[in-house]
Nanobody
Framework: VQLQASGGGLVQAGGSLRLSCAAS????????MGWFRQAPGEEREFVAT????????YYADSVKGRFTISRDNAKNTVYLQMNSLKPEDTAVYYC???????????????WGQGTQVTVSS
């Protein structure tokens, strides 16, 4: 499976970004997708995950109410809409592909290359 993340950039606090992750090479619709992030000097942390049907979504407490994960199985793409961004959201964001909606790095088999999100104060 190849995952290509895009949509990162520099935004002011309070602004919005939408990340996309396009999958190829394997059946997309029967697998969960997740977003993680990693700030410099920090471990990679869970952000959000979505079930294969899109019917179940889960979020880290730090982003709940501000971020929305969604997917379009016809386009083999998962999205992360990020609103009300804060400087502490600054990190490299990674999409991931796995068999269930896990909250841990080890729950996912394939990873995208990451896209940088920088939020200025």
């Amino acid at each position: 499976v190849q995952l290509q993340a895009s949509g990162g950039g520099l935004v002011q606090a309070g602004g919005s970004l939408r990340l996309s992750c396009a999958a190829s090479g394997r059946t997309f619709s029967r697998y969960a997708m997740g977003w993680f992030r990693q700030a410099p000097g920090e471990e990679r942390e869970f952000v959000a995950t979505i079930s294969w049907s899109g019917g179940n979504t889960y979020y880290a407490d730090s982003v709940k109410g501000r971020f929305t994960i969604s997917r379009d199985n016809a386009k083999n793409t998962v999205y992360l809409q990020m609103n009300s961004l804060k400087p502490e959201d600054t990190a490299v964001y990674y999409c991931a592909y796995g068999p269930w909606t896990g909250f841990e790095v080890r729950d996912y088999n394939y990873w995208g290359q990451g896209t940088q999100v920088t939020v200025s104060s």
